[in-house]
């Protein structure tokens, strides 16, 4: 069975500063791993996808990259600001179905 | 083009109750994907559908069913509604039956009293 980890649960940090959230996964066998962001109450936007045989997706100040060996993805996250105020969600895709992490949320102080 | 839509936005039901909630694809996807997401946790599958097919299933009790209707929409029911049932329940659509690219609506906000 396919488990997901984030790691940490929860970060702040000071407007401006570079972070990196953690996800590792315990099945290699994946199709694709995707990043998506949560507002509370809301629904899921996708930020970042990398297939399987990929290492890593760039978009504007994200870049996501992809260990399948070794079952681990980083999202970096440059120069944060305010609005990047979120649950970020890791999900690796296998046969019909997402695996989801529970979430790390992120707090952009000003 | 219109994304992911789900009615209603809220729902609040009591114990025992059925409850259907409705989502419609983005044009051209013909997947359909439900998920339940439990406060402060990540959201959990529970059907995949496409062309009208069941092509997954989550570990979920009976209770909860969906269909697929010809024009790609879904509806998911949960019977016999338990507290534990209180959930932001999504929906997500793909062009494939393979999950590529997931589209998810904004969820429907099950609360069971």
């Known amino acids: 069975k396919q488990e997901v980890t984030q790691i940490p649960a929860a970060l702040s940090v000071p407007e401006g500063e570079n972070l990196v959230l953690n996800c590792s996964f315990t099945?290699?066998?994946?199709?694709?791993l995707q990043w998506f962001r949560q507002d509370p109450g809301k629904g899921l936007t996708s930020l970042l996808l990398?297939?399987?045989?990929?290492r890593e997706q760039t978009s504007g100040r994200l870049n996501a990259s992809l260990d399948k060996s070794s079952g681990r993805s980083t999202l970096y996250i440059a120069a944060s600001q305010p609005g990047d105020s979120a649950t970020y969600l890791c999900?690796?895709?296998?046969?019909?179905?997402?695996?989801f992490g529970e979430g790390t949320q992120l707090t952009v102080n000003p | 083009d219109a994304g992911v839509t789900q009615s209603p936005t809220h729902l609040i039901k009591t114990r025992g109750q059925h409850v259907t909630l409705r989502c419609s694809p983005i044009?051209?996807?013909?997947?359909v994907s439900w998920y339940q997401q439990v406060l402060g946790q990540g959201p959990q599958f529970i059907f995949q559908?496409?062309?009208?097919?069941?092509?997954g299933r989550g570990n979920f009790p009976d209770r909860f069913s969906a269909r697929q209707f010809p024009n790609y929409s879904s509806e998911l029911n949960v019977n016999a509604l338990l507290l534990g049932d209180s959930a932001l329940y999504l929906c997500?659509?793909?062009?494939?039956?393979?999950?590529?690219?997931?589209?998810f609506g904004s969820g429907t906000q099950l609360s069971v009293l």
């Open positions: 997500a659509s793909s062009v494939q039956g393979r999950v590529e690219k997931l589209f």
């Open positions: 099945d290699s066998a994946i199709y694709n």
């Open positions: 990398i297939q399987s045989s990929q």
């Open positions: 999900a690796v895709t296998s046969g019909s179905r997402l695996t």
């Open positions: 044009s051209g996807h013909k997947s």
């Open positions: 559908y496409y062309e009208k097919e069941e092509r």
